[in-house]
């Protein structure tokens, strides 16, 4: 799955103290923004100014880095 390759790569940077903030959009029309932190089966992880979300990745439509 090509989405969940490019995570996996995001992901790689923050590893490397390089910090990529994304946008990503949900087929429930949400829309969450923050830095992908982890992904683990099927669930991504975000930060955002401190706040951790969990997004389930089969429900995102699109995403974008800002």
């Known amino acids: 799955m090509k989405k969940r390759y490019l995570i996996k ?7 490397k103290d390089s910090f990529v903030k994304c ?3 949900t087929d429930n029309n949400e ?3 923050g ?5 683990n ?5 975000i930060e955002n100014e401190g706040v951790i ?3 389930n990745l089969f429900e995102v439509t699109k995403f974008f880095i800002i």
Not at 41 to 45: P, R, S, Y
């Open 23 to 25: 946008e990503f959009y």
């Open 9 to 15: 790569k995001i992901i790689d940077l923050k590893t």
């Open 35 to 39: 830095v992908p932190i982890s992904l």
């Open 41 to 45: 089966e099927g669930t991504l992880v």
């Open 31 to 33: 829309m969450f923004v």
């Open 53 to 55: 979300e969990e997004i």
